[in-house]
């Protein structure tokens, strides 16, 4: 079993940064992908970004690419993502996941509210 934990969500003014991170317990660390995801209200859940188990290969999506940045240190069991130039459009409550199979995401964190003011 495998449990993550965010934080480091926050109010913050457009233009800004904030840096997330999802502490992972359970399983060996570096046995499982982790992805950020995030819902705004009244928004489907989408992908964010993820990264592989040894932190070799890392993906995003458009809307946050040269902005958020994901990375992860095994040692600390932690991955982060790295938020820069945050937008209104940005809010939403940002969560982590876990995958042994790049396909299926079981692994939830009870996320973390990013509110970025205009």
């Known amino acids: 079993q495998v449990q993550l934990v965010e934080s480091g969500g926050g109010l913050v003014q457009a233009g800004g940064s904030l840096r997330l991170s999802c502490a992972a317990s359970?399983?060996?660390?570096?046995?499982?992908?982790i992805g950020w995801f995030r819902q705004a209200p009244e928004k489907a859940r989408e992908f964010v970004a993820s990264i592989s188990r040894s932190g070799g290969s890392t993906y995003s999506t458009d809307s946050v690419k040269g902005r958020f940045t994901i990375s992860r240190d095994n040692a600390k069991n932690t991955v982060y993502l790295q938020m820069n130039s945050l937008q209104p459009e940005d809010t939403a409550v940002y969560s982590c996941?876990?995958?042994?199979?790049?396909?299926?995401?079981?692994?939830w964190g009870q996320g973390t509210q990013v509110t970025v003011s205009s």
């Open positions: 996941a876990g995958t042994y199979n790049g396909a299926n995401w079981a692994y």
């Open positions: 359970g399983r060996t660390f570096n046995t499982y992908a």
